[in-house]
């Protein structure tokens, strides 16, 4: 997959989207991809219910117009030309899902976290409805903090054989040859496998080891399958324990600069439900994390 075009819709009222844009800038500039900026505002109905009012007008004008300084004050000081910068009225995560389309982007880069005092990405955010209903990649990152200096170097895929795994492990590849990043995939065994922990009752140590060697060879399997010939650069790790705690804990060891996730449990146009380690990580995650529908 090529990223020819990046959207990056962002909230002009948290200063914080300032260092999502930088990101943003940085990936766009690796990929050479254009770069679209993008904030979709809506007009309260408590102003008045009827849309054509007097009142409804007038506070529309006034917002708009604050709006649109504000974006420019966002936008103006990065380098390189966007491509149009929109401020377009409508329900955030559906307007975004149209520019997308519109615009053929491959990517969509946002902050993970509403305006409403929330440090984290919220059920029900913005963030978080887009990372669920989007049919292409959503990079998700963190407002708190200063801006990464560079695009990521390091990348983590935490890889439980699925097939949507299977599609974020071929993004990281197709991502770290212009990105020049280093991979490492893990894949996290349930601690009843662990070969320092006592075999439980209905698993005998033998089988434990066969039960080892299967997951091992599975995840040396598709990581050959998909990266080819690269797959002997690819850091291949088998860890056990809680998912969640070992994919943030090999991030830290590893200083990896962006997750690569999978997505799942999609039911109709929209992932009704998150995969588990996906929600906690896009929730708990100190760098950037890639969900890959």
Known sequence: MTVHAILCPIDVLDPGERR?????????????????????????????????????????????TEQRERFGALVDH????????????????RRIGDEVERLGAGLVVMGTHARRGLSRLALGSIAERVVRSSRVPVLTVPRAGEPPPSPPRSLLVPHDLSTSSRRALALARDLHVPLRASVAVVHVL???????????????????ER?????????????SEVFGPEDQAV????????VVE????????LGAALLVV?????????RALLGSVTTELLRRSPVPVLTVP
């Open 211 to 223: 039960y080892r060697g299967l997951l091992a060879e599975a995840l040396e399997r598709d990581v």
């Open 78 to 93: 990065l380098p390189g030309a966007f491509a149009q910068p929109a401020l377009l009225p409508g329900l955030p995560h």
């Open 246 to 253: 070992t994919v943030l804990a090999r991030q830290a060891a």
């Open 262 to 270: 999978g997505a799942s449990g999609k039911s109709g146009t929209e």
């Open 20 to 64: 999502v844009l930088e990101y943003a800038s940085l990936l766009a500039a690796a990929l050479d991809a254009r770069f679209y900026a993008l904030h979709v505002y809506e007009v309260p109905g408590y102003v008045d219910p009827d849309p054509d009012a007097p009142a409804v007008r007038s506070y529309a004008e006034r917002a708009l």
């Open 190 to 208: 349930p601690d009843e496998l662990s070969a320092a922990a006592e075999a439980p009752a209905w698993l005998t140590a033998p089988e434990r």
């Open 235 to 242: 850091k291949k790790l088998l860890e056990h324990g809680d």
